[in-house]
């Protein structure tokens, strides 16, 4: 029996990757970050001064990028031809240049086949924002996170504090609306909910219950009981 595909989605901050590497943790099953990809690409991109706003330039470099994710002790490290990348694609640069990258629609096609063939034989948590609409819409469980954008601000910026970083709040809040506003109104495979998607507001609620929640749910879409 083929085993499950759960595609979460939601805008920034909502909490995707920590909620959905648990529930793959919990479900044995394969977790693809698909948010890393488009950072790794950006990184990348930004690393050779090739102007991110160069669609043609960016998309000749991602085709020819070898992006590997390992899991590493209940994280996920990224790797860029061989090179492990996991911390410096999350620095507030590469932050604040990725929706010019994850817009780009010959980047969105070039890894979104290498993502279909990540999930083609079933077996995986996927995250991003257009998983359950474009990449895996087959999933047998689609969920659409959302928070509030002071929610997602404030933990996006604890984050950035405890990796060492100098963050202003209300910056990095005008950062997520904007990121959002380009998000939902991209030509190409924009962010909303898959129809059959599960909302779940995450706003007050701790990863732990969130994680519950999706478990819950995957014992009761697919039908797999206790």
Partial sequence: MRPISVAIDGPAGAGKSTVARQVAEHLHLTYVDTGAMYRAVTFEALRLDVDVTDEGAVARLAKHMDIALKPSKGEVDVFVNGRQVT???????????????????????ILVKKQREMGKNGGVVMDGRDIGTHVLPDAELKVFLTASIDERAQRRYEELVRKGYRVDW?????????????????????????????????????????????????????????
């Avoid at 911390?87 to 096609?109: F, L, W």
């Avoid at 990095?172 to 990121?179: C, G, N, P, T």
């Fill in 87 to 109: 911390r410096d694609i999350r620095t507030p640069e590469v932050t604040s240049h990725v929706s010019a990258v994850a817009g780009n629609p010959q980047v969105r096609k």
């Fill in 170 to 226: 209300d910056q990095l809040k005008e950062e997520i609306r904007l990121r959002d506003e380009k998000d939902q109104n991209r030509k190409h495979s924009p962010l909303k909910p898959a129809e059959d998607a599960i909302h779940l507001d995450t706003t007050g609620r701790s990863v732990p219950e969130v994680v519950q929640a999706i478990l819950e749910l995957s014992r009761t879409k697919v039908g797999g009981g206790e």
